[in-house]
């Protein structure tokens, strides 16, 4: 596997807005994957995931989904656990009949809790979820994502502590959200040492199957506000293109930009142009 770039959802000059217009449009454009957006909601049936999935396949195309928003593996009521759960089996089920790989998902919210006491509990409630998708033979690997807003559970150690310690989940390593939360991390050294704190963690294998999230953004003390198309940004995305080529990275970088493939086709062209 090499290092693919694509959109978080459909491009936005595909004329043809469906799922399968999009993978077309993805594979038109010379990007290598696509991540399937279910964010509000998973709105596509079985056959219909099955029909995407060989779309894909013909093209050449990697998938991956993003799961609901819905979801919070810390929430007080019982009932909000069970749905955050369904929510997360449904989308990683459809997502495998799309051939997707990966699912990522925001796992919680902090909710005023210990973040310690917040880990045990999202650890325990999506062990559960894996115990499922076991049973059911489900190879999908499940992501839960580095988050831009202090309220929310995904840390970068969260993160990596949380795929160490679980089978079958793997991190989400969203940099643009880390350097909104954190108001660091973004310079080549910064960026060479979240590389370098996965591989220690997780060992090589993790690098070899990353699952990246990029994009520019809009930050204050609280964290993310929201995201920007990176030239309008302060990211530095040619460091981070730097470090992912030194570190041999392999798998997908998805652009959340406002303006999806325009920056998917900017990342890409900025990584292969560093030879």
């Not at 990007?31 to 093209?59: D, P, Q, T, W, Y």
């Not at 643009?176 to 704190?197: C, D, K, M, P």
Request: charged share 25%.
């Amino acid at each position: 596997m090499e290092l693919r770039f694509g959109p978080a959802g459909i491009p936005l000059s595909a004329k043809d807005r469906s799922t399968e217009g999009g993978i077309r449009r993805v594979a038109e454009l010379g990007l290598g994957c696509m991540e399937l957006e279910f964010v509000r909601g998973v709105k596509m049936g079985e056959s219909v995931a099955r029909s995407i999935g060989k779309s894909a396949r013909e093209k050449g195309i990697a998938l991956s989904a993003h799961g609901p928003y819905f979801i919070n593996l810390n929430a007080r009521e019982a009932e909000k656990i069970t749905a955050s759960q369904e929510r997360l089996l449904h989308a990683v089920r459809i997502a495998s009949l799309c051939g997707a790989r990966t699912v990522v998902f925001h796992a919680a919210f902090y909710m005023n809790d210990p973040p310690d006491k917040v880990y045990s509990v999202v650890k325990q409630n999506l062990q559960e979820v894996l115990n499922k998708l076991k049973l059911e033979q489900n190879k999908v690997w499940v992501r839960p994502e580095v988050t831009g807003k202090n309220t929310q559970f995904g840390t970068l150690p969260e993160v990596l502590r949380l795929s160490s310690e679980t089978e079958g989940v793997a991190p989400c390593i969203d940099f643009a959200h880390w350097h909104a939360r954190t108001r660091r991390f973004n310079s080549y050294g910064e960026f060479a040492s979240i590389l370098e704190q996965t591989e220690n963690k997780l060992g090589r294998v993790a690098l070899d199957n990353m699952h990246i999230h990029v994009s520019g953004i809009a930050y204050g003390e609280k964290g993310e506000i929201k995201h920007l198309n990176l030239k309008e940004s302060d990211f530095d995305y040619v460091s981070l293109a730097k470090a992912l080529k030194d570190f041999n990275v392999k798998g997908l970088v998805i652009s959340e930009s406002p303006n999806l493939e325009e920056d998917a086709l900017l990342l890409q062209e900025t990584y292969n142009s560093l030879g």
